[in-house]
């Protein structure tokens, strides 16, 4: 076995065995971290049993002491919608709403626009979420996306943006 990669899947194992207890937030990093540690993301099932110098899913479940299914689940998580997403939503994190956008869409069928557009009307859809904290939240990813727009439409999008203000500034006055 190669050394590094044997520290590597050692420490994700130490590190995921004590963030098991920690609810949500523990689950992206536990998604994230066997999904780092891992050779075999998809398929690693009884066929693999032969490969015993093989890092899978499944080996990794069993040593931290996880159903397999429940960390496949963390790792699609992580890979197919959480690192999608702007960081602001990253920081607010509702794993409820990224695991209904991949139970209800094919994972690798979507574009991280879609992830994220998905992820975002799943939120809206839960109970407490009012669209204007949705609206607010995405407004902060605004500056992120506007660093890639080239010169015509950043123009565009500017005048988009004085069109709402103007709205703004309208309903502000009555």
Known sequence: ???????????????CKLLIMDGSKAKIEIGKRAYDACDI??????????HKNQYTMSH?????????????????????VYKFLPKVYQDDFNWTAAYKVLKFHK???????????KYLYTLHQRPGT????????YLKT????????????????KDELQKLMDKIDEKLKN
């Open 107 to 117: 994972p690798q069928e979507l574009s991280p626009i879609e992830v994220e557009v």
């Open 41 to 50: 993301i998809q398929g690693g099932g009884g066929h693999w049993s032969n």
């Open 142 to 157: 605004l500056d992120y996306e506007i660093q890639k727009l080239d010169f015509k439409n950043l123009a565009k999008a």
């Open 1 to 15: 076995m190669d050394l590094q990669k044997q520290a590597i899947w050692k420490k994700a194992i130490h590190d």
């Open 130 to 137: 009012s669209p204007s904290s949705l609206f607010i939240k």
């Open 60 to 80: 990794f479940a069993r040593d931290i002491g996880m159903n397999r299914r429940t960390l496949s689940s963390y790792v699609y998580v992580y890979i197919y």
